[in-house]
């Protein structure tokens, strides 16, 4: 996180979001929309894009998540990232399940996002399903270390300051440890 997006931290914008504070609400909108659109950035295949491309689906997960904070538990700074993440990949994934039971219609190519994420750059895209698999086999904080490591680009420093780490060193121990266990499932 940015000195920036500190001056209030994620818990405090959505306790007075919870409050009702709309202009809380706008922040916490604005803070995460970049990111998570630079994470879903050609993650639904040109396919399964009808009026909705990706960048709508992000920002619909997003709305959707603040309209139902209810069933969202906080344990830590990250943690909001990580379930908007969840929320962003589940809606990609509707897409793509809805795609497949409509008869698709040609796309022009001004609609095209041929750019891949900087995960499937990283992986390739027919690794990607399988990276995601075996990134659920890990525990919880090893999966959400490593999505903000891999996936976010955060810094160690960061990852130690969002997850509520004693340290850098920790956080990067966390993330190392889950790395070669996702090594180990895609081997």
Known sequence: MTSNQSLDSTFALLERIRLGDAAARDRLFARYL???????HGRLPLSARGLADTDDVVQITLVRA???LEEFEYRHEGAFLGYLRQGV???????IRRSRRKPSEELGEEIAD???SAVEQAIGLETLERYETALMTLTPDQREATMLRVEFGLSYP????????????????LVV???VHLAERLA
């Not at 970049?34 to 879903?40: F, I, M």
């Not at 990949?89 to 897409?95: K, P, S, T, Y």
């Not at 960061?158 to 121990?173: C, D, H, L, V, W």
């Open 158 to 173: 960061e990852i130690a300051e969002a997850m509520g780490k004693s340290s850098a060193n920790a956080a990067r121990m």
């Open 89 to 95: 990949l589940n809606a990609i994934r509707q897409e």
């Open 114 to 116: 041929p750019g891949l």
């Open 177 to 179: 440890r889950a790395l």
């Open 34 to 40: 970049p990111t998570l659109r630079g994470w879903a």
């Open 66 to 68: 603040l309209n139902h």
